[in-house]
């Protein structure tokens, strides 16, 4: 992981207007990116359109593109690139015409990291319908799935972004699991 002190500072002078402190911070996060974007990618169709690299340069212009940054520190900062992989990757299947519900596609059942969504049988239409529903009931708890689904974060990386103990994290991260399972067997 990236120095946060380093990351914090960057932002500060992102938000004060120096451009070059977004190319610096681009430098320093990319790595840790697109690990988390390899892993995101990792178990994609062969012909998928969206690699890797693309995913982690279309969350940035979504991050850095046209607006001021809000993200005050590294865990801040985390959050947002966790979601902008989100949007990029829900944008990506809702451009394919995919149904917004099943099309074919069987339901999701959660595990680690969403194995991987599945491997490739996620609707992430009707995921990101639930987590928005998750969110709604529980902000922190569509977080820990944020940070751990599309972050790629293990539990203890998740405890230091959001500050809470690798318990707390953990037992979020179960009942989330749970409480989505049941959305989308349910259909949404």
């Not at 520190?73 to 990506?92: G, I, K, S, W």
């Not at 569509?142 to 690798?166: K, Q, S």
Request: glycine content about 10%.
């Amino acid at each position: 992981m990236s120095d946060p002190g380093h990351t914090t500072r960057l932002l500060r002078r992102l938000t004060d207007g120096d451009a070059k402190a977004a190319d610096e911070l681009f430098t320093l996060v990319y790595e840790e990116l697109h690990s988390v974007a390899e892993r995101l990618m990792a178990g994609e169709r062969s012909d998928h359109t969206l690699q890797a690299t693309a995913l982690i340069h279309e969350a940035w212009m979504r991050l850095l593109g046209g607006a001021a940054v809000s993200a005050t520190d590294r865990t801040h900062f985390l959050r947002l690139a966790a979601r902008a992989m989100r949007h990029v990757l829900v944008d990506h299947a809702r451009g394919r015409g995919r149904a917004k519900r099943g099309g074919g596609v069987k339901p999701l059942p959660l595990d680690e990291a969403v194995a991987h969504f599945e491997q490739n049988d996620t609707d992430l239409l009707a995921l990101d319908e639930a987590l928005e529903k998750l969110a709604a009931q529980d902000e922190q708890l569509a977080r820990i799935v944020e940070l751990r689904c599309f972050g790629g974060l293990t539990l203890e990386e998740t405890g230091e972004v959001m500050g809470l103990t690798v318990r707390k994290v953990h037992m979020g991260w179960t009942f989330a699991r749970g409480w989505l399972r049941g959305e989308l067997e349910k259909g949404g």
